[in-house]
Nanobody
Framework: QVQLVESGGGLVQPGGSLRLSCAAS????????MGWYRQAPGKQRELVAY???????DYADSVKGRFTISRDNAKNTVYLQMNSLKPEDTAVYYC??????????????WGQGTQVTVSS
């Protein structure tokens, strides 16, 4: 009924940039918070950044000043602009959305993940 599809991952050299996108589709009646998480091998999934429907944002300390989250409410899409990438940013990045689906309840949805690898 609802899908979150990420795109934009890949291999980039240290200091480079990538832009991730996540589009939500299906029976959606409203979207509250949208966010990006990441999980590196052998580590727990961690919050990278989130943005509210009013466009308030917050970031993990490790990415402040380098990453920017934004959203297009008309397209049900959230973006993550990642600059000055470091090898430690290597992880699978997951999109998350707290959205009102066909049940008319707000529920948590996740994308399938996109790999970001920072390496020379």
């Amino acid at each position: 009924q609802v899908q979150l599809v990420e795109s934009g991952g890949g291999l980039v050299q240290p200091g480079g940039s990538l832009r991730l996108s996540c589009a939500a589709s299906g029976s959606i009646f409203g979207i509250n918070v949208m966010g990006w998480y990441r999980q590196a091998p052998g580590k727990q999934r961690e919050l990278v950044a989130y943005i509210t429907s009013g466009r308030n944002t917050d970031y993990a300390d490790s990415v402040k000043g380098r990453f920017t989250i934004s959203r297009d409410n008309a397209k049900n899409t959230v973006y993550l602009q990642m600059n000055s990438l470091k090898p430690e940013d290597t992880a699978v990045y997951y999109c998350n959305a707290d959205l009102q689906d066909y049940t008319h309840r707000y529920r948590d949805y996740w994308g399938q993940g996109t790999q970001v690898t920072v390496s020379s």
